[in-house]
């Protein structure tokens, strides 16, 4: 009878919420081939000739498994002069860097746990999620018991309010995020000093110093030093009894936003903006790329391009207000959805300003970012955004730090 050849086709491709499964079943396999002991401990090359032989075509054997099964995205994220050569050495930084115990990490795995379902009535299915959601807890140092000094991980806690924060306060989000490892005081201090913005609005989302506006809802204010007990702040937050609170705020909002204005009209809700992106979206208007490139903007929230013929849907039902951080400003002639090419040759629908002014497209990275993206480095100055292992689209730095996403926008016929 003969026996069964090993094969990888078990193995899942790896990502970062698979690992411990990849994991185990890349071992499995190693022990079948017989190459286990190369990642369990750096041995030495023996001294017999013929061993010596051996050992190194089966420690090379073990080093392009590891390639093979790493795959273009994660590979050349781990090797270097120690690794490329040393399974050993390329199986410790793989587990450093996904069993990593730092607190983000620990986090994402402990919200994955917190959205588990019990999927209709399977038992024996929810049996296998529980277990591989516990593996994942404990791979990432998550210790499962009852504390002696306290109830709950202050960390942990923090990083499900911020779960709670809902994706229209981008900006109060991405806050939070830049001060992690988060604790209660941070959390404290951001909400508060959001919640005294005097032009709170019903969605706030930052677009590279431009704003995307409409109308501000009426709300009740305070007048003639009294605070109006129908407002949305409380008596020990009114400008109106603590005049110099208000100054002491307005203050630090001109320090954080510089020229970023406000603008409304009687029709739709208003958009928050910032100035920290002004760079990106001077060029945008005034520098034209190539017509697979764009400007890749982390404040932007929103996709725009230029070209009407790329458009498979479109609305003037919705423009928008386009107001620039030197005060000028442009309306979007309309809104709608395109498709773009990404690497392995598919086709990706996205939702697009039209914004005719631009000379160079601008994509959004955050709304990558919301669709499950990562920005995975491949060189000194170059990352392919990756969604679940995926390569979809290049991105190198340019110059003066502005990044330029490869993107071709296909041609495409309105649907009407």
């Not at 690794?83 to 620990?106: C, G, L, V, Y």
């Amino acid at each position: 009878m003969s026996s069964i050849k090993p094969s990888t086709e078990r193995i899942p491709i790896l990502n970062k919420k698979n690992f411990t499964e990849w994991e185990l079943q890349v071992e499995a396999y190693l022990k079948q081939c017989d190459l286990i002991n190369f990642i369990e401990s750096n041995e030495a090359v023996p001294s017999d000739k013929d061993e010596a032989k051996i050992f190194k075509k089966s420690k090379l054997k073990t080093s392009g498994i590891l390639q093979a099964l790493l795959g273009t995205i994660y590979y050349p994220k781990f090797k270097n002069s120690l690794t490329e050569n040393s399974p050993f050495r390329m199986w410790e930084a793989i587990k450093d860097h996904f069993t990593s115990k730092a607190i983000t990490n620990q986090s994402l795995v402990y919200n994955e746990f917190l959205d588990l379902d019990f999927k209709g009535n399977d038992i024996a299915a929810f049996i296998v999620d529980l277990t591989h959601h516990i593996s994942s807890l404990k791979a990432v140092g998550l210790r499962i018991g009852i504390p002696k000094d306290f109830d709950l991980h202050e960390n942990l806690l923090c990083e499900n309010i911020l779960k709670k924060v809902p994706t229209s306060l981008i900006h109060t989000r991405e806050v939070l995020i830049q001060k992690r490892p988060l604790t209660l005081e941070t959390i404290w201090d951001v909400l508060e000093n959001r919640s005294r913005d005097d032009t709170t609005t019903s969605v706030k989302t930052e677009e590279s110093s431009m704003k995307a506006t409409s109308s501000k809802k009426k709300k009740v204010k305070c007048t003639n030093g009294t605070h109006n007990p129908d407002a949305n702040h409380s008596e020990s937050q009114c400008f109106e009894l603590h005049p110099e609170e208000k100054e002491k705020y307005e203050q630090r909002w001109a320090d954080k936003i510089g020229k970023a204005k406000f603008s409304s009209n009687d029709d739709e809700s208003p958009f928050y903006e910032s100035g920290s992106a002004w760079h990106c979206i001077k060029k945008a208007h005034s520098e034209k790329l190539p017509s697979d490139t764009a400007y890749l903007d982390s404040g932007s929230s929103h996709h725009m391009i230029a070209d009407r013929s790329a458009f498979i849907t479109y609305s003037t039902n919705h423009q928008v207000k386009i107001e620039l951080a030197d005060g000028k400003s442009i309306m979007s002639a309309g809104i709608g959805n395109v498709r773009v090419k990404t690497e392995n040759g598919e086709s990706l629908k996205l939702e697009c300003l039209h914004v005719p002014g631009l000379v160079g497209n601008l994509i959004s990275w955050g709304r990558f970012m919301r669709k499950g993206c990562d920005l995975v480095r491949t060189g000194e100055t170059t990352s392919h955004v990756v969604n679940e292992g995926v390569p979809l689209f290049k991105v190198r730095l340019a110059d003066s730090n502005v990044l330029l996403i490869r993107i071709e926008f296909l041609k495409a016929e309105v649907i009407k």
